[in-house]
């Protein structure tokens, strides 16, 4: 049973730097590409970043610079460092594979950029 916890989220200040886990398990992690998604109020959710299960790494421009998405596989779980943290990135994320995400998803964890 595919389960995916995310955590790390919270309120910080604009310019202020959070760092986002997820921790995976029912599935395969380490044959898995990952990323990370967020939805913002009013907005659909939208992929931000992903790692191959390899390592390369690609990022929106929106983040491009700002975050860093990496994996442990021996844990399980993939990880999110956003620095420069701007109020437009107030948004619920989650983790799930990609291209094609499972059609479960984790409860989420909230990061609100305060101006």
């Known amino acids: 049973q595919v389960h995916l916890v995310e955590s790390g989220g919270g309120l910080v200040q604009a310019g202020g730097s959070l760092r986002l886990s997820c921790a995976a398990s029912?599935?395969?992690?380490?044959?898995?590409?990952m990323g990370w998604y967020r939805r913002a109020p009013g907005k659909q959710r939208e992929l931000v970043a992903h790692?191959?299960?390899?390592?390369?790494?690609n990022y929106a421009d929106s983040v491009k610079g700002r975050f860093t998405i990496s994996r442990d596989n021996a844990k399980k779980t993939v990880f999110l460092q956003m620095y420069s943290l701007k109020p437009e990135d107030t948004a619920v994320y989650y983790c799930?594979?990609?291209?094609?995400?499972?059609?479960?998803w984790g409860q989420g964890t909230q990061v609100t950029v305060s101006s």
């Open positions: 799930n594979p990609v291209p094609v995400p499972w059609t479960y």
């Open positions: 029912g599935f395969t992690f380490n044959i898995k590409a």
């Open positions: 790692i191959t299960s390899g390592g390369d790494t």
